[in-house]
């Protein structure tokens, strides 16, 4: 069965320093993947997508996220962490079922960032 | 403002009662789904509409409903609440099955009490 799993429920880091949150999914194909970011008290954001070609893709709020085949993941990271960051990141994995597009959702990463 | 709305905010209610959210997709968006957010149990799927029929169903109660409008707007129906029914309920809406990722409201906080 399709899963997706997001080894780290919380996550603290400083104000500044570079960020990596994990994703790895299982799916016999390559998936649709995304990252989306809810800040407490808020719904969810689509923060990047990958559906095919570059690996490497870029998004909004100075995020970015590698897809690595090999690995069967799909990492999201952050050069230089603000405070404004800190809120539960998902990642998503979309894949075809049943002649339908179906997403499951991981299970979140809190990020906390400390001055 | 993401384009999905979510009615009413904040709601409040007694075990055994039954209560109706409402959802407005994006402008253009024929998909809506239906999530429940919990402490315990995170982010769980409910159930899927495109155009007005049912897409998809995933973890929803049988004391749970919704439908899709012509006019493409989304009620979820909880009936018989109980005080586990506590959570966020989101809306979220995709143009089609969800490939280019999903637009989410903001959510009805539902309180059983």
């Known amino acids: 069965a399709q899963s997706v799993t997001q080894p780290d429920i919380h996550i603290t880091v400083s104000e500044g320093a570079s960020l990596e949150l994990r994703c790895n999914y299982s799916y016999g194909a390559t998936p649709y993947l995304f990252w989306y970011v809810q800040s407490p008290g808020q719904g969810l954001q689509l923060l990047l997508k990958y559906f095919s070609g570059d690996t490497l893709v870029q998004g909004i709020k100075g995020f970015e996220a590698e897809f690595k085949r090999s690995q069967s993941s799909f990492n999201l990271r952050k050069p230089s962490v603000h405070w404004s960051d800190a809120a539960e990141y998902f990642c998503a994995v979309g894949f075809h079922s049943g002649g339908y597009q179906k997403v499951t959702f991981g299970t979140g990463t809190k990020l906390q960032v400390i001055p | 403002d993401s384009g999905v709305t979510q009615t009413p905010k904040h709601l409040i209610t007694a075990t055994g009662q039954r209560v109706t959210l409402r959802c407005s997709p994006r402008s253009g968006d024929l998909s809506v789904y239906w999530y429940q957010q919990s402490l315990d149990q995170g982010l769980q799927f409910l159930i899927q509409?495109?155009?007005?029929?049912?897409?998809a169903k995933g973890n929803i109660l049988e004391r749970f409903s919704a439908q899709q409008f012509p006019d493409l707007h989304s009620e979820l129906n909880l009936s018989s609440l109980e005080l586990g029914d506590s959570a966020l309920y989101f809306c979220a809406s995709s143009v089609g099955g969800g490939s280019y990722g999903y637009t989410f409201g903001s959510g009805t906080r539902l309180t059983v009490v």
């Open positions: 509409y495109y155009n007005g029929e049912e897409r």
